[in-house]
Protein backbone atom coordinates (compact mmCIF):
# COMPACT_ATOMS: atom_id res chain seq x y z
CA UNK A 1 0.00 0.00 0.00
CA UNK A 2 1.39 3.68 -0.99
CA UNK A 3 0.94 6.54 1.13
CA UNK A 4 -2.01 8.19 -0.95
CA UNK A 5 -4.10 4.61 -0.60
CA UNK A 6 -3.22 5.23 3.39
CA UNK A 7 -4.31 8.74 3.20
CA UNK A 8 -7.63 8.07 1.32
CA UNK A 9 -7.97 5.35 4.25
CA UNK A 10 -7.76 8.00 7.42
CA UNK A 11 -9.98 10.43 5.57
CA UNK A 12 -12.59 7.62 4.77
CA UNK A 13 -12.14 6.58 8.68
CA UNK A 14 -12.86 9.77 10.00
CA UNK A 15 -15.22 11.04 7.46
CA UNK A 16 -16.99 7.47 8.37
CA UNK A 17 -16.59 8.37 12.19
CA UNK A 18 -17.87 11.76 11.39
CA UNK A 19 -21.28 10.80 9.68
CA UNK A 20 -21.76 8.38 12.54
CA UNK A 21 -21.92 10.59 14.55
CA UNK A 22 -24.08 13.38 12.93
CA UNK A 23 -26.29 10.16 12.64
CA UNK A 24 -26.86 9.61 16.15
CA UNK A 25 -27.48 13.04 16.88
CA UNK A 26 -27.42 15.24 13.84
CA UNK A 27 -26.04 18.20 13.07
CA UNK A 28 -25.33 18.77 16.78
CA UNK A 29 -22.96 15.47 16.24
CA UNK A 30 -20.79 17.85 14.06
CA UNK A 31 -20.44 20.68 16.22
CA UNK A 32 -19.42 18.27 19.43
CA UNK A 33 -16.96 16.43 16.80
CA UNK A 34 -15.38 20.07 16.27
CA UNK A 35 -15.52 20.64 19.68
CA UNK A 36 -13.35 17.62 20.58
CA UNK A 37 -11.24 18.47 17.91
CA UNK A 38 -10.66 22.18 18.75
CA UNK A 39 -9.80 20.88 22.34
CA UNK A 40 -7.13 18.13 21.18
CA UNK A 41 -5.59 20.94 19.34
CA UNK A 42 -5.65 23.10 21.68
CA UNK A 43 -4.34 21.08 24.41
CA UNK A 44 -1.32 20.16 21.80
CA UNK A 45 -0.57 23.97 20.54
CA UNK A 46 -0.71 25.20 24.21
CA UNK A 47 1.84 22.20 25.28
CA UNK A 48 3.97 23.09 22.19
CA UNK A 49 4.09 26.62 22.74
CA UNK A 50 5.17 25.62 26.52
CA UNK A 51 8.02 23.57 25.00
CA UNK A 52 8.90 26.34 22.74
CA UNK A 53 9.10 29.06 25.87
CA UNK A 54 10.52 26.78 28.47
CA UNK A 55 7.71 26.77 30.70
CA UNK A 56 6.21 23.02 30.04
CA UNK A 57 5.52 21.13 33.33
CA UNK A 58 3.36 17.90 34.21
CA UNK A 59 1.90 19.87 37.10
CA UNK A 60 0.22 22.54 34.53
CA UNK A 61 -0.31 19.96 31.40
CA UNK A 62 -2.23 17.55 34.40
CA UNK A 63 -4.19 21.21 34.81
CA UNK A 64 -4.98 21.21 31.48
CA UNK A 65 -6.49 18.25 31.26
CA UNK A 66 -8.55 18.70 34.23
CA UNK A 67 -10.16 21.82 32.91
CA UNK A 68 -10.81 19.64 29.78
CA UNK A 69 -12.73 17.71 31.60
CA UNK A 70 -14.94 20.04 33.69
CA UNK A 71 -15.63 21.69 30.53
CA UNK A 72 -17.03 18.00 28.65
CA UNK A 73 -18.87 18.13 32.23
CA UNK A 74 -20.43 21.00 31.71
CA UNK A 75 -21.35 20.25 28.26
CA UNK A 76 -22.72 17.26 29.35
CA UNK A 77 -24.65 18.47 31.93
CA UNK A 78 -26.41 20.84 28.89
CA UNK A 79 -27.12 18.05 27.34
CA UNK A 80 -28.89 16.45 30.07
CA UNK A 81 -31.00 19.80 30.55
CA UNK A 82 -31.92 19.75 27.47
CA UNK A 83 -33.08 16.50 27.63
CA UNK A 84 -34.85 17.06 31.18
CA UNK A 85 -36.79 20.16 29.29
CA UNK A 86 -37.59 17.67 26.43
CA UNK A 87 -39.35 15.22 28.21
CA UNK A 88 -41.58 17.47 30.03
CA UNK A 89 -42.31 19.73 27.21
CA UNK A 90 -43.31 16.19 25.33
CA UNK A 91 -43.91 13.75 28.35
CA UNK A 92 -48.01 14.67 28.47
CA UNK A 93 -47.47 17.07 31.68
CA UNK A 94 -49.29 19.76 30.11
CA UNK A 95 -46.70 22.28 29.90
CA UNK A 96 -47.06 24.05 25.92
CA UNK A 97 -44.19 26.00 24.36
CA UNK A 98 -44.92 28.25 21.70
CA UNK A 99 -42.44 26.53 19.43
CA UNK A 100 -41.23 22.94 19.24
CA UNK A 101 -38.85 22.22 21.61
CA UNK A 102 -35.95 20.00 20.59
CA UNK A 103 -32.93 21.70 21.97
CA UNK A 104 -31.73 24.97 22.97
CA UNK A 105 -28.86 24.83 25.52
CA UNK A 106 -26.50 22.14 24.29
CA UNK A 107 -25.35 23.67 21.32
CA UNK A 108 -25.26 27.17 23.39
CA UNK A 109 -22.89 26.12 25.93
CA UNK A 110 -20.85 23.58 22.76
CA UNK A 111 -20.63 26.93 20.91
CA UNK A 112 -19.14 28.71 23.86
CA UNK A 113 -16.66 25.94 24.56
CA UNK A 114 -15.95 25.55 20.70
CA UNK A 115 -15.16 29.23 20.76
CA UNK A 116 -13.21 29.31 23.96
CA UNK A 117 -10.90 26.58 22.45
CA UNK A 118 -10.71 28.59 19.27
CA UNK A 119 -9.37 31.93 20.91
CA UNK A 120 -6.92 29.89 23.34
CA UNK A 121 -5.49 28.16 19.67
CA UNK A 122 -4.73 31.34 18.20
CA UNK A 123 -3.41 32.75 21.66
CA UNK A 124 -0.88 29.71 21.69
CA UNK A 125 -0.20 30.10 17.45
CA UNK A 126 0.85 33.53 18.45
CA UNK A 127 3.30 32.21 20.99
CA UNK A 128 4.49 29.66 18.80
CA UNK A 129 5.55 32.55 16.57
CA UNK A 130 2.68 32.91 13.99
CA UNK A 131 1.03 36.15 13.34
CA UNK A 132 -2.34 36.09 13.68
CA UNK A 133 -4.49 38.57 11.87
CA UNK A 134 -5.91 40.84 14.35
CA UNK A 135 -9.46 40.53 12.98
CA UNK A 136 -9.64 36.89 13.14
CA UNK A 137 -9.05 37.47 17.09
CA UNK A 138 -11.83 39.72 17.24
CA UNK A 139 -14.22 37.49 15.42
CA UNK A 140 -13.62 34.57 17.42
CA UNK A 141 -14.18 37.10 20.64
CA UNK A 142 -17.51 38.65 19.13
CA UNK A 143 -18.77 34.69 18.26
CA UNK A 144 -17.91 34.25 22.40
CA UNK A 145 -19.50 37.29 23.58
CA UNK A 146 -22.88 35.92 21.29
CA UNK A 147 -22.97 32.87 22.49
CA UNK A 148 -22.28 34.64 26.21
CA UNK A 149 -25.76 36.86 25.26
CA UNK A 150 -28.03 33.98 24.97
CA UNK A 151 -28.32 33.33 28.81
Not at 113 to 134: C, D, H, M, Q, R
Request: charged share 15%.
Amino acid sequence: MNVPDKAVEIKAAVTGAIAFVTALIGWQGVLLVLWVAAMVIDYATGTAAACKAGEWSSAQARQGLWHKLGSITAVLVAALLDLGIYAVVHGGIGITLPFEYTTLILPVVACWYLFTELGSIIENAEKLGAPVPKWLTNKIAALKNAADKNE
